[in-house]
Antibody
Framework: EVQLVESGGGLVQPGGSLRLSCAAS????????MSWVRQAPGKGLEWVST????????NFADSVQGRFSISRDNSKNTLYLQMNNLRADDTAIYYC???????????WGQGTLVTVSS | EIVLTQSPATLSLSPGERATLSCRAS??????LAWYQQKPGQAPRLLIY???NRATGIPARFSGSGSGTDFTLTISSLEPEDFALYYC?????????FGQGTKVEIK
């Protein structure tokens, strides 16, 4: 069974930075696109970013374009989300998910909570 | 951006009843639509992909239909574990977008 485990969340001040990681296992990580999706407290789902299997192409939501970057290390089976210039409205649970480029998000990790507050 | 509008916002039903959830897209997404289920404190789970295909391990009581701009998720006979939030999502265009969700609650 595919396993995705996010880490790196926490409390950060507005304007600060944070890097999330997603450790993948039990599938051939280098063969699949990967994505980040977030959910603000009590709100719906918002797609954040997707990266292709090789890492050669990426896409971002307008709300994070220019502030967030996505990357992956296929030798470590790990996906990353670098978040800079964080704002209060970035507060959310951040989920990593397999897929999202040519397919849908399946499965999802358990999520990591990012809180942006002074 | 393709806007997905789900209706109703809340569906109050009893176990054993049939649930019909709607998702309407602001422009055609062909069949590139999925449905997810989310329970409190859990990550979403893929139920249906490409409008009508059940994901691995999803019970047959879940079915999806539609194409273009109008889609339906049907739960033929609600089980206690089916009371949850349901989201639709399109992969036709960037940005990927989700509907706002439909809550299926126990009546």
């Amino acid at each position: 069974e595919v396993q995705l485990v996010e880490s790196g969340g926490g409390l950060v001040q507005p304007g600060g930075s944070l890097r999330l990681s997603c450790a993948a296992s039990r599938f051939t990580f280098s063969s699949f696109a990967m994505s980040w999706v977030r959910q603000a407290p009590g709100k719906g789902l918002e797609w954040v970013s997707t990266i292709t299997d090789s890492g050669g192409r990426t896409n971002f939501a307008d709300s994070v374009q220019g502030r967030f970057s996505i990357s992956r290390d296929n030798s470590k089976n790990t996906l990353y989300l670098q978040m800079n210039n964080l704002r209060a409205d970035d507060t959310a649970i951040y989920y990593c998910a397999k897929g999202g480029w040519l397919g849908f998000f399946d499965p999802w990790g358990q999520g990591t909570l990012v809180t942006v507050s002074s | 951006e393709i806007v997905l509008t789900q209706s109703p916002a809340t569906l109050s039903l009893s176990p054993g009843e049939r649930a019909t959830l709607s998702c309407r897209a602001s422009q055609s997404v062909s069949s590139y639509l999925a449905w997810y289920q989310q329970k409190p404190g859990q990550a979403p789970r893929l139920l249906i992909y490409d409008a009508s295909n059940r994901a691995t391990g999803i019970p047959a009581r879940f079915s999806g239909s539609g194409s273009g701009t109008d889609f339906t998720l049907t739960i033929s006979s609600l089980e206690p574990e089916d009371f949850a939030l349901y989201y639709c999502q399109q992969r036709s265009n960037w940005p990927r977008t989700f509907g706002q969700g439909t809550k299926v609650e126990i009546k």
